[in-house]
């Protein structure tokens, strides 16, 4: 039976770290702030920016939060950002996906300041996780990382399987695990002979968005397995992209879902706004 990856418990430990940094920096005089940006009504995107709210709070972080209307223009928001870019009070922006349809999500990223884009999603920065020179780094890759040091897994010399290559997830947490001294290799829906790929990898992470679809079979006994996958089932039960209770019988580390992945993003979000303080925050 594989040892379960707590994330809760990781997550709550680095929180810790991190306000005892904010009580620091808040003694120089500077107060790490977050605005966080949403527009319209989608029910999940509200929940993920209440919790954004309460982590900031948790550990002493300022936040301010716009929400916006669903008929809200281009424009207007291009307009907010703007404003933000140049709010001293306010160190990190980050606009809530999926935007409405009618918004160019690769416009408004730009917009950001790239010395506020604590989802490093802005193309300087991407730029820069690339050739292994970051201030930010996207916040689930990021927690990955986080969780395989704080369980002394090595990545060096490791076979590293990632499955999925959105610019979000899979595409950044390859690069992480290339800069770590990992043998990366990733899949996507056009990879052939998959599971024979993934029987393969020492670490495995999977990130589809699709309901525990990795099976036993597609993993080698005592490997890694990091479940970023969010998913509803049939039941309306939250799942992974991993078919939990049979891989655990075969993994020697695994990610549960939910309380593995998930609860270290916001907490990744967190430290990128504390960073973002430290190195621009006097600017
Ligand atoms: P995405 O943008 O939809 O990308 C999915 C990737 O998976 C694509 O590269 C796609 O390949 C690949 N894929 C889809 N079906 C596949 C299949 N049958 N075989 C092999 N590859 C397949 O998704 P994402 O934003 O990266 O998110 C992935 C999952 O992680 C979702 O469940 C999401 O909810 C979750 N997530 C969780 C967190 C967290 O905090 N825990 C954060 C972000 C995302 P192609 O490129 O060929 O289409």
């Known amino acids: 039976m594989a040892q379960i990856i707590n994330g809760k418990e990781v997550a709550q430990k680095v929180r810790s770290e991190i306000a005892a940094e904010v009580e620091n920096m808040k003694a120089k005089g500077i107060v790490p702030g977050l605005a966080v940006v949403i527009v319209g009504e989608d029910p999940a995107s509200k929940v993920y920016v209440r919790n954004k ?44 996906a999926p935007l409405p349809d009618g918004f160019d999500f690769k416009k408004v990223t730009e917009r950001i300041s790239p010395f506020k884009d604590v989802d490093a999603f802005h193309p300087y920065n991407v730029g820069k ?103 509803r089932n049939k039941e309306g039960k939250l799942v992974g992209d991993v078919a939990f209770s049979e891989v655990s019988e075969k993994a020697a580390y695994i990610t549960p879902v939910p309380g593995g992945v998930g609860p270290m993003t916001i907490t990744m979000l967190l430290k990128n706004t504390l960073k973002a303080a430290s190195l621009f925050g006097n600017d």
């Open 129 to 231: 996780i690339m050739i292994g020179d970051f201030d930010f780094l996207p916040c689930t890759p990021a927690g990955v990382m986080e969780l395989l040091k704080h369980y002394d897994i090595s990545v060096e010399g490791k076979k590293c399987v990632v499955l999925g290559r959105s610019n979000i997830v899979g595409k950044p947490q390859a690069m992480l695990l290339l800069k770590e001294n990992g043998t990366v290799t990733i899949c996507h829906s056009r990879t052939k002979d998959l599971a024979s790929i993934t029987a393969n990898a020492d670490i495995l992470v999977v990130a589809i968005g699709r309901g525990e679809f990795v099976k036993a079979d597609m993993v080698k006994e005592g490997a890694v397995v990091i479940d970023v996958g969010m998913n």
């Open 53 to 96: 709210k309460l982590a900031c709070a948790e550990v002493g972080i300022y936040s301010e939060e716009y929400a916006l209307p669903e008929k809200t223009s281009e424009e207007e928001l291009l307009a907010l950002i703007d404003r933000l870019n140049e709010k001293k009070e306010i160190h990190g922006i980050l606009v809530q």
